[in-house]
């Protein structure tokens, strides 16, 4: 049974794009196959994997648009197993484009219902704002992962799209849940970091990973050479973060499926 995610967060500079390309890779190479949805017009999921941006391509706006099938706009990255649907500046006309489409919140959601069972794990790259096209990617979820940086104004950030969440809950009748809550840039040289953190861990408790994302120097570089931390520094600490942070998530899934199991 495949998997989507939608990695979002309101807020900027999370590292939503950095979670969704290393925890791709780190799945992939459990021998799964992932795709990975750029659903941000910055289009940075798609170079930090290493697709140049091309015009002449199906994108995600060509797909969400229907213009294309899923199928075609799907492209093969370096990382063995690991598919993108790319993007680009055109996505920006998504939001005004889909504004009186029947329905337009479930585009995504029937634009990839063909090919969710190829992949075990979709993920699905957010822009930072509640948009049309995040509100596509949560519509199209099966759970949200929330990448979050410890700093003063987190809490009240993640309360805005837990609220979100609800209210998706409440008005399309969509069962989605929050997969995780991910520390990420974390420094814990500083009080304020760890006072955030452990703010969040009272807050919101187990929905908190274990796994904790450090602030690091080659996770930041990794993608201006287009490659994931995995291919760049395999040996780094970012990378044995982001292959424990799919542990935690493929422990996650099996403890699901044994407990739909026994229902």
């Known amino acids: ?27 992939a190479a459990n021998d799964l196959r992932v795709l990975v949805i750029d659903s941000d017009p910055q289009g940075n999921a798609t170079t930090g994997l290493g697709v140049a941006k091309d ?99 987190a809490l009240e950030g993640i309360s805005e799209l837990i609220d979100t969440i609800d209210r998706i809950r409440d008005s399309f009748s969509h069962p989605l849940t929050v997969e995780g809550i991910l520390l990420t840039m974390y420094d814990d040289r500083t009080n304020l970091t760890r006072q955030v953190a452990a703010d969040l861990r009272d807050f919101f408790g187990d929905q908190v990973f274990r ?3 450090p602030r690091s120097i080659r996770l930041a570089e990794a993608p201006s050479f287009g490659k994931t931390i995995l291919t760049y520094d395999p040996r780094s600490r970012g990378a044995e973060s982001y292959i424990q942070l799919a542990k935690e998530i493929l422990d996650h899934e099996q403890s699901r499926r044994s407990t739909q199991g026994t229902r």
């Open 55 to 153: 015009p002449a391509r199906p994108s995600t706006y060509d797909l969400l648009l229907g213009h294309v099938s899923p199928k075609d706009a799907i492209v093969a990255t370096d990382f063995d197993g690991l598919h993108l649907i790319s993007a680009d500046k055109n996505l920006i006309g998504a939001n005004l484009e889909l504004v009186d489409t029947p329905n337009r919140e479930f585009r995504l959601r029937e634009r990839i219902a063909e090919i969710r069972e190829d992949y075990r794990f979709i993920l699905i790259d957010c822009p930072p704002a509640l948009d049309l096209l995040t509100l596509n990617a949560l519509v199209a979820a099966d759970a949200v992962l929330v990448p979050i940086q410890c700093e003063f104004f």
């Open 211 to 213: 796994t904790i994302i």
């Open 1 to 27: 049974m495949s998997r989507v995610f939608a990695i979002a967060n309101q807020k900027g500079g999370v590292g939503k794009t950095t979670t969704a390309i290393n925890l791709a890779a780190s799945l």
